[in-house]
Antibody, heavy 119, light 111 residues
Framework: EVQLVESGGGLVQPGGSLRLSCAAS????????MHWVRQATGKGLEWVSA???????YYPGSVKGRFTISRENAKNSLYLQMNSLRAGDTAVYYC?????????????WGQGTMVTVSS | QSVLTQPPSVSAAPGQKVTISCSGS????????VSWYQQLPGTAPKLLIY???KRPSGIPDRFSGSKSGTSATLGITGLQTGDEADYYC????????????FGTGTKVTVL
């Protein structure tokens, strides 16, 4: 079964750090671009980062310089290192697989992991 | 703040049809493929449409997608109570602030 499972969420103080993990199974992980998407409670989806098969990385301005996406193909794992966390980073974080002609669709999603930034 | 605009809500009776618009610009929809997602309460999003109008395996043909210029549309026919959910469009964006953007989201209510 094709599956993504996130872990690592929790409560962290403002200014703190957290590392999220996403374990992939059921497909050739190294052959796919991977993404992180977040959703604050009651709000819409927000793209957070992407990593290509060659290790190229992309971020929106809201997290650039604070978040780092990485992958370890030997372990079929995706990571998101989050530093200098702010209250506005509080959300459910999903990992997702890139798909489609321009890899701009996300066909497999994890169940999400909750990150709460609060003192 | 999303650069893709969707209506906050749409509604219709069971069996009827609804359409959801997604309005963008030449930096996103105008030059990229659009995908659509369904998010049932308390669950992760699910891919409904990719590459503007293609359906992944297992998605019924009641769901359809189209694109024209800088706008895209999701159509749902034969509306069912199980279709009550939030729907989002998404696409790449060539602006400096973000590489990928989602729509503002639309709540579909089955009356």
């Amino acid at each position: 079964e094709v599956q993504l499972v996130e872990s690592g969420g929790g409560l962290v103080q403002p200014g703190g750090s957290l590392r999220l993990s996403c374990a992939a199974s059921g497909f050739t992980f190294s052959s796919y671009d991977m993404h992180w998407v977040r959703q604050a409670t009651g709000k819409g989806l927000e793209w957070v980062s992407a990593i290509g098969t060659a290790g190229d990385t992309y971020y929106p301005g809201s997290v650039k310089g604070r978040f780092t996406i990485s992958r370890e193909n030997a372990k079929n794992s995706l990571y998101l290192q989050m530093n200098s966390l702010r209250a506005g980073d509080t959300a459910v974080y999903y990992c997702a697989r890139g798909y489609g002609e321009d890899l701009g669709a996300f066909d497999i999603w994890g169940q999400g992991t909750m990150v709460t930034v609060s003192s | 703040q999303s650069v893709l605009t969707q209506p906050p809500s749409v509604s219709a009776a069971p069996g009827q049809k609804v359409t959801i618009s997604c309005s963008g610009s030449s930096s996103n929809i105008g030059n990229n493929y659009v995908s659509w997602y369904q998010q049932l309460p308390g669950t992760a999003p699910k891919l409904l449409i990719y590459d503007n109008n293609k359906r992944p395996s297992g998605i019924p043909d009641r769901f359809s997608g189209s694109k024209s210029g800088t706008s895209a549309t999701l159509g749902i026919t034969g509306l069912q109570t199980g279709d009550e959910a939030d729907y989002y469009c998404g696409t790449w964006d060539s602006s400096l602030s973000a590489f990928y953007v989602f729509g503002t989201g639309t709540k579909v209510t089955v009356l």
